[in-house]
């Protein structure tokens, strides 16, 4: 197997072994964490009869490969769980029922992710155009007065938390000049226009702290692909440093912008917990954070697989990148 | 002397008319003085060979001339003139237009000199826009015309390919298309072909003196090695500690030399045609020796090593069978890619080989152990060399402090270097000197072969001559069989018994050292001996035309 097509397939697969090992780990760990999750499920005023009853319907008593062959059934051929009065049917790819509420896994991931992309991929855009702006700004301007203060300034951005951002954001643009709505999530599907507005506070604060790194990521590595030889050839023919800074040394910076940008993207998926929480952006984080809260075991190992196929996904995107960035570079 | 000359006789007394007037020349960088008043004139059409070892200051005069230590902190005094522009206080257009479009630069490593991202086609494009006011296509097409010029076959379609698709030797000619491009009156060539094969070396040079013939341009050449500059310029500037040592045509430099300096150095050059001589002494231990049947230290037998697998599979090395005597140098020479490292790792069992035995003479394991090229990344940067020599005794099982360090004293003092130096790191030490650590630590194991890899192509000719010499000495004193891998013809014939001459991944000649340089057997042999550059220009040049019908036959 070799070309594209072999490394579609190789990745498909290794994606694949990946994501069962991310669930088993995940059920092991949840299996050996200690607390009585029927107690947690049913609530603090349960009797004991009733955490029985709870702890038969989530068949927690079931042994541990049981309980996990059964997740791998429902993903594959679907799952029938009784509610006790009804008979619910979850269809094929099935991640299982909500301890909480009986909500379907794979729905209220349908319903969490477009958030959390949403999130991500437009906050994305601003810290590449943001970060890499400044560090092609701090290249070109090395040693000069400009570059400490871009320096400084992405210091800052690097040690300043989301939520002192995002605050402060908020409560000048939205409180104090009132130049736009406190946020709420609006579906892109709904109103593109609100969708924007309501995202560009969240946007902004989760892309000025990630911009920080990848300023410094791209000067840095601008300046090592200056003191190349190949630098040196351009300019003893005379090629002006604007076409060496913006042709010849940002080229040799995109392999580790790519490799930083997969990365984040990967774990911005799931991660953004403070970002979504300070402005209610109804996400992945946020309702990952609370599964685990609750040991809601179902959520949790669905929300991790997507976080997890995500973070895979990001990365095998990156190599095809690098690839295309670099004709040096052969998939495998 | 060559046709070039000619044009030069009508110049030489329209002073005004100089191609490049240096004068007074000096470069600081902090306190060291890199250059220190050095000047030189180039007349239009001429060349001139600055030679010299490292440090120096051959390179950084070749970036003076371009003004490219402007704007480095580098301390730049005296005058320079190139092409009618005063370089020091030239306007940075100027400069520009300068670069490139009067005097263009062909640097050493033609991989990193390249940038790795863009078609080479591309890249000689961008460079004669930036000097002729032209579209896209046209620059293009102008790319692929110095390509086809600068002998790249297929040179449309090469044209797109990037730098790591091409060979050193086309890479080298994609450098000097580059130049080409705006039509120079000067070339500036620093170590053209320092990274290059010996018999590629050779069309690169063959190809730098036919482009000078037809343009007429001025050569500037920057080298260490004394052949090449006798191979390609007029005049030779000798340089040592920034200034200049010795300064005439080349005939008189090399053939008369005054300066001591230059003697030195040109006595310190391995000769191809010159028989080994330090074998004097070595030929009375040896002849005892063939008298009773030297002793077989190492034997090896239809070796072969493949890399890769399945239809990828190569053979690097390919059914090679050798023995090593007691006390005698087996030199492989071959060019990059001949397999003779791969050969070399075998022997010390680095690398398993794929078929074929190594065995030791006299049914006893022999030891054997390996000096490297590098002397600088074969040494552990955070360690001092006494540890790094120590490591040998230390996995041998010697737990004894005091025996090791005082063993170590031994070795250090044994290659010239002072016991005293046990606690100093890698980087306090020379070129030269690291080699001797490198040599000491193949000596701690007690070994009966030592398997040198490229031990001196590192290093200046002089410090060259004093390790090989050590190296002479230690074999001498401790019956140690050598085995002295280079693609450096003469430095092989400087020290081996018996030469054997790879070609990718086999052996196509072995025999006695003079035999095979004197009456070469092989085609392929008298090939790579017909591109060693010769010291003297008049050999040079009977050697361009034998090259040349070579190449036609």
């Given at each position: ?6 490394f ?47 702890a ?50 794979t ?17 994305m ?49 939205c ?6 709505p ?85 774990s ?65 | ?96 237009r ?97 990274a ?9 040079l ?41 300064h005439g ?10 300066a ?14 010159a ?35 399945g239809k ?41 080989p ?31 060399v ?8 230390r ?7 005091e ?6 004293r ?13 606690d ?78 790879m ?51």
């Amino acid at each position: 197997m070799s070309g594209f097509g072999g490394f579609v397939l190789r990745r498909g697969i290794g994606t694949v072994i990946t994501l069962l090992a991310i669930s088993v780990i995940v059920y092991v760990v949840f299996f050996v964490t200690p607390g009585n999750v029927a107690q947690i499920t049913c609530g603090p005023r349960c009797s004991p009869e009733q955490v029985h009853q709870v702890a038969q319907q989530l068949r927690l008593d079931d042994p541990l490969y049981l309980r996990y062959w059964h997740f791998l059934q429902g993903i594959l051929v679907g799952q029938d769980y009784s509610t006790g009065t009804s008979v619910e049917h979850c269809s094929a790819p099935c991640l299982g029922l909500s301890y909480q509420g009986d909500q379907q896994v794979t729905q209220l991931i349908l319903t969490k992710l477009p958030v959390s992309l949403s999130l991500v991929f437009g906050a994305m855009v601003l810290w590449l155009i943001l970060g890499v702006g400044t560090g092609v700004l701090s290249a070109w301007r090395r040693g000069r007065f400009t570059e400490r203060l871009l320096t400084g300034i992405t210091l800052a951005g690097v040690a300043t938390p989301v939520f002192v951002i995002g605050l402060v954001l908020m409560i000048v643009v939205c409180g104090q000049l009132q130049l736009l709505p406190f946020p709420q999530y609006v579906s892109l599907t709904d109103d593109p226009e609100q969708w924007a507005w309501n995202l560009l506070l969240p946007w902004l604060s989760l892309a000025l702290i990630e911009a920080a790194a990848f300023a410094r990521l791209t000067r840095a590595s601008m300046l090592e692909t200056l003191a190349e030889d190949h630098i040196r050839t351009f300019r003893a023919y005379g090629v002006g440093e604007r076409s060496i800074i913006g042709r010849h040394a940002l080229r040799g910076a995109f392999a580790p912008i790519i490799a930083l940008n997969a990365n984040n993207v990967g774990s911005a998926v799931g991660g953004a917990v403070l970002t979504e929480t300070l402005f209610g952006l109804p996400g992945i984080g946020q309702e990952l954070v609370h599964a685990v809260n609750v040991v809601d075991l179902p959520v949790v190992v669905g929300m991790v697989l997507v976080v997890g196929f995500f973070v895979v996904i990001a990365n095998a995107v990156a190599d095809v990148l690098y690839a295309v960035a670099d004709r040096r570079v052969v998939l495998v | 002397m060559s046709s070039v000359d000619g044009s030069m006789d009508v110049l030489v007394d329209g002073s005004a008319d100089a191609l490049v007037e240096v004068t007074d020349l000096t470069v600081g960088f902090g306190s060291l003085r890199a250059v220190d008043g050095l000047s030189f004139r180039l007349e239009k059409g001429a060349a001139l060979g600055l030679v010299g070892e490292s440090g120096s200051g051959k390179s950084t005069v070749a970036s003076a001339l371009l003004g490219l230590h402007r704007g480095t902190g580098a301390d730049v005094g005296g005058s320079v003139r190139v092409a009618g522009v005063d370089v020091q206080e030239a306007s940075d257009a100027d400069l520009g237009r300068l670069r490139g479009g009067k005097a263009a630069m062909v640097f050493q490593d033609p991989l990193s000199s390249l940038d790795p991202y863009y078609a080479i086609g591309d890249q000689i494009a961008e460079v004669y826009r930036v000097h002729a006011r032209v579209s896209r296509r046209a620059a293009r097409a102008r790319a692929v015309e110095v390509l086809d010029r600068v002998g790249i076959p297929d040179a449309v379609r090469r044209s797109r390919s990037r730098p790591h698709e091409f060979s050193g030797g086309m890479r080298q000619r994609a450098l000097i298309a580059m130049a080409l491009a705006c039509e120079p009156d000067l070339l500036i060539a620093d170590e053209p072909t320092t990274a290059l094969d010996v018999t590629v070396q050779a069309q690169i040079l063959d190809l730098l003196h036919t482009l000078r013939q037809e343009t007429g341009m001025g050569l500037l050449l920057v080298t260490h090695d004394v052949g090449v500059a006798a191979e390609s310029v007029d005049e030779i500037l000798v340089m040592r500690h920034g200034r200049a040592v010795e300064h005439g045509p080349v005939g008189t430099v090399l053939g008369a030399p005054t300066a001591r300096y230059t003697q030195d150095l040109l006595g310190a050059v391995p000769r191809v045609d010159a028989r080994r001589t330090l074998s004097e002494t070595s030929t009375e231990t040896s002849s005892e020796a063939s008298s009773a049947a030297p002793e077989v230290v190492l034997e090896a037998t239809g070796l072969r090593r493949e890399f890769g697998r399945g239809k990828r599979a190569f053979a690097a090395v390919d059914d090679v069978s050798l023995t090593v005597h007691r006390g005698e140098t087996l030199g492989i020479v071959g060019e990059s890619g001949s397999g003779k490292t791969t050969l070399g790792r075998m022997l010390v069992g680095l690398l398993k080989p794929t078929a074929g035995e190594i065995k030791p003479g006299g049914g006893v394991r022999p030891d054997v152990q390996m000096v490297f090229q590098d002397p600088v990344s074969s040494l552990n940067p955070r360690r001092s060399v006494g540890e790094s020599i120590a490591d040998p005794l230390r996995a041998r099982g010697e737990r004894d402090e005091e025996g090791i360090r005082g063993r170590v004293r031994e070795l250090l003092e044994r290659v010239g270097l002072e016991g005293a130096h046990y606690d100093r790191y890698p980087h306090e030490f020379s070129g030269g000197q690291r080699q001797r650590v490198g040599i000491a630590r193949a000596l701690a194991a007690d070994p009966r072969v030592i398997v040198c890899d490229e031990p001196v192509s590192a290093l200046d000719v002089t410090t060259q001559a004093q390790v090989v010499a050590l190296l002479g000495e230690l074999q001498r004193e401790l019956g140690l069989a050598l085995v002295f891998v280079a693609h450096d013809l003469a430095v092989v014939r400087q020290v081996s018994d018996r030469v054997a001459v790879m070609r990718r991944g086999r052996i196509v000649e072995q025999g006695p050292a003079d035999e095979v340089y004197d009456s070469p057997q092989d085609p392929y042999t008298k090939q790579l001996l017909a591109a060693v550059p010769a010291l003297d220009p008049e050999v040079a040049a009977q050697r361009r035309a034998a090259r040349r019908e070579l190449a036609t036959a």
